[in-house]
């Protein structure tokens, strides 16, 4: 039995879709995980959203865990250090010990860089992680001792391809053991490689670089996600082979709901 739902998805023949949680608050968190059962996973956004690392972080993740006793969306957690800083190693062991099914590491562009994330994700003798959160299993819904056997083998690591120093190392990144999930930033990749962002689609040349990167994971065994801004832009991608693909965002579908209610009481075609 898998422990969690990202990878449920993963064994079944469905790409696994999500939503972007850029807002703090266990409220919060919980009604976003309540929203769809088509949700398989939430990443909770401590980068660029307004989500803090702690304890912000731990808050969402049992605002998650609280939707459903059986079927809650993987909780994940984006961490706010990039792939060139040197403060990866502790703000994964923060994001984990918080009970993140998952973490991200935004902008990694080396194997190296690569290697260490997937040591400082799990426990020895695999890896570094160190071991005392008394949180953790909780929010997996499992014992310590049942989350210490599984624990290595299930939580997703995911690191994000989005700069052109990654482009250039992307099979040497590809062949790292212990990454799980290549995941592809479309907006900063675009800037990194002299493009606008996509709007809402990416530059032809920026979506050669992304077919290519889809490919390569593939072929290197590994998962392959994309970063989407609507509806119809993930079920495009879904068809392409992507295996994990944001759908939305919470304060971007919340945005478009309201305007959309708005214009249809107000006695106009919302645009």
């Not at 935004?106 to 994330?117: G, L």
Request: proline content about 7%.
């Amino acid at each position: 039995m898998t422990s969690h739902a990202l990878l449920q998805t993963f064994k079944s023949s469905k790409p696994a879709l999500g939503a972007w949680l850029t807002v703090p608050g266990f409220f919060h968190a919980r009604t976003v995980a309540k929203s769809s059962p088509h949700l398989s996973w939430i990443m909770i956004d401590c980068e660029h959203g307004l989500v803090p690392l702690s304890l912000g972080a731990a808050e969402s993740v049992s605002g998650i865990s609280a939707a459903s006793p059986t079927s809650s969306p993987s909780a994940l957690v984006r961490i706010p250090a990039t792939g060139d800083s040197d403060s990866t190693s502790w703000q994964i062991k923060y994001a984990l010990d918080a009970g993140a099914h998952g973490l991200l590491v935004p902008m990694v562009s080396t194997a190296e860089k690569a290697r260490e994330i997937a040591t400082f994700s799990r426990f020895p003798p695999v890896g570094k992680r160190g071991l005392g959160s008394p949180f953790a299993h909780g929010s997996w819904g499992l014992t310590m001792s049942e989350y210490l056997k599984v624990a290595n083998d299930d939580t997703v690591v995911m690191i994000q391809v989005e700069t052109k120093e990654a482009v250039d190392n992307l099979e040497e990144i590809a062949a790292v053991p212990g990454i799980d999930v290549y995941f592809i930033g479309p907006f900063d990749l675009s800037l990194s490689l002299g493009y606008p962002p996509p709007s809402p689609d990416p530059h032809p040349e920026v979506e050669r670089v992304i077919q290519r990167i889809l490919q390569v994971s593939h072929s290197a065994g590994k998962k392959c996600a994309i970063f989407c801004t609507s509806g119809t832009q993930a079920a495009k991608r879904a068809k392409e082979g992507f295996d994990m693909i944001n759908v939305t965002s919470d304060t971007g579908a919340m945005t478009e709901s309201i305007f959309t209610h708005m214009a249809t009481a107000a006695g106009q075609k919302s645009q």
